[in-house]
């Protein structure tokens, strides 16, 4: 009885304030939301009459807007596109499909003025990302931004979802750290400003500290003793590149198996894990998912979800470089064994491919860091594998790891990292397990859900070489 009574309590009277945000009246309807008669938010619109004023408010929980009807002798002159305000009165029903409920004001109070004719954002105007991109301090008040951040949410929690749900466990990898997991020399060197407080010559830390370019090598620490594991971190890259598709700092979603022998062990869980956050963002955030899919990339969604639905494929990097050099196409780069797969290589890749996710595995080991577990093949490849998807090109990097202590202690010598590296050598000294793992890029999957070209569309606050803005 008392557990049905709570059940059936106002939500909003759980809550820690009385307003009502737009998301529950959509969600919950207005008799879940009795007692609650003020509304918090901004204006969007405004249609003034004789007798009549409606306003638009959107206080950014949802796509939509509140409608308030007012008496225009009591609307404040200086309610304008942009304001904030508060705003009491009853919520109240309508017949229309679009719009169910809308507010009759019974005050109406301005909390903040916002002088139109100064204001970069404008009435009833559609903006380019292209100009937004230029007012990072106000863009999340365009609809397209304000949906994107709610999307940003629903996939973070999607990923979390599933991993919880899959039993990993999540561990919080550190942004700072002595290691240079890629080894590939992009790394931001960290120093404090204050030099007197480096008072030995080797600095703050006694050694040479980096932002982390990625939490692979802490993960595979836990991994080591708890078995599957997650991490969803910032990373940085000092790559030159200001290139669509590349930040200079950016989210990552890395996971580690334990016990892993095969890279199809992983293929698999990246393909469930894919097809698992695509379907819950698509059903979670329909209505804002929905703004991209009319507006930015038209009917990108179908392609998307046709595109996750097939069986993705899986190719050795041999292959590819076979289907490359077996084409017609004229290449900036021309394609041989050895080389790195360019954008133009992948973007072909996958088009070949029959535009779907493809695998390439098992590429040549110069290509890939020190960790990855090597082949028993004369091609000396290793157990690496890339995904690309339409679109993007590379969505994901992972690769089983080295467990064989003294194949590990091999290229780390060769690598003259032997001694800095040591603690990794133990992981394989002391109870060693065959795993693996990979890490997939937050923004990158952005893109590939939302159609949107550059990856500065789908980030707060980009940063890139030349600009660091805010
Ligand atoms: O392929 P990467 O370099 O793999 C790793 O860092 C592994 N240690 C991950 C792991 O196994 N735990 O990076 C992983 C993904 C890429 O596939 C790409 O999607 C994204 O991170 N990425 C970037 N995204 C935006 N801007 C950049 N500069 C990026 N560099 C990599």
């Known amino acids: 009885m008392i557990g049905v009574k709570v059940q059936n309590l106002c939500r909003a009277a759980r809550r820690f304030s009385s307003n009502v945000s737009i998301k529950d009246i959509v969600r919950y309807g207005i008799r879940k939301c009795e007692g609650n008669q003020g509304i918090n938010g901004w ?25 308030v009807v007012a008496a225009t002798n009591t609307v404040p002159t200086d309610v304008t596109f942009g304001s904030s305000v508060h705003i009491q009165g009853k919520l109240k ?12 004001a019974t005050a109406i109070e301005v909390i903040g003025t916002c002088d139109n004719s100064t204001y970069p954002l404008k009435h009833k105007t559609r903006h380019t990302m292209e100009y937004t991109r230029q007012y990072l301090h106000l863009r999340s008040r365009t609809n397209a931004f304000g949906a ?10 999607g990923f979390h979802k599933f991993f919880t749900e899959e039993g990993f466990l999540n561990v919080q990898t550190p942004v700072l750290t002595s290691n240079d997991c890629e080894g590939a020399g992009d790394l931001f060197k960290v120093t404090p400003d204050d030099e007197s407080l480096s008072e030995t010559t080797e600095g703050f830390f006694d050694k040479d500290a980096y932002l982390t370019v990625s939490g692979q090598l802490h993960l595979e620490i836990v991994c080591c ?24 700092e950016f989210s990552m979603v890395e996971a580690e198996l334990p016990f892993t022998r095969d890279i199809t062990d ?14 819950e963002v698509y059903t979670q955030s329909n209505d804002d998912v929905q703004l991209f899919n009319d507006r930015i990339a038209k009917g990108h969604r179908d392609t998307v979800e046709n595109c996750i639905n097939q069986p993705f494929l899986i190719i050795s990097y041999a292959e590819a470089i076979n289907i490359l050099q077996n084409s017609k196409e004229s290449w900036e780069f ?55 998807v339409p679109g993007v090109g590379e969505l994901i990097g992972g690769s089983l790891r080295e467990h064989r202590l003294h194949l590990l202690k091999h290229k780390l010598a060769s690598l ?8 990794y050598l133990d992981l394989r000294s002391f109870g060693s397990i065959p795993h693996g793992g990979f890490g997939l890029g937050f923004e990158r999957y952005l893109l590939f859900l939302l159609g949107v070209d550059n990856i500065r569309d789908v980030i707060p606050f980009p940063r890139f070489s030349h600009s660091c803005v805010l």
Request: with cysteine; charged share 30%; net charge positive.
């Open 93 to 104: 029903e309508r017949d229309a499909v679009q719009q169910k409920f809308e507010m009759q």
């Open 148 to 157: 994107l951040l709610r999307i940003r949410h629903a996939v973070t929690v």
């Open 43 to 67: 204006i969007r619109g405004i249609r003034k009459y004789k007798d009549v004023t409606f306003l638009d408010v959107n206080d950014g929980s949802s796509i939509k807007n509140l409608q």
């Open 416 to 423: 003259g990292l032997e001694k800095e590296y040591q603690w």
């Open 225 to 248: 003793s708890h078995g599957r594991v997650y991490t969803f971190n910032p990373a940085f890259r000092a790559e030159n590149s200001r290139s669509r598709r590349h930040l200079a």
């Open 266 to 279: 992983l293929t698999k869980c990246m393909e469930s894990m894919l097809r698992t956050v695509t379907d």
């Open 334 to 388: 021309e394609p041989k064994w050895g080389a790195d797969l360019q954008s133009e290589h992948e973007k072909y890749i996958v088009m070949h491919c029959g535009n779907r996710p493809v695998f390439v595995i098992d590429y040549p080991q110069s290509l890939k860091a020190f960790y990855a577990l090597s082949n028993d093949d004369k091609n000396e490849t290793v157990a690496a594998v890339d995904l690309l």
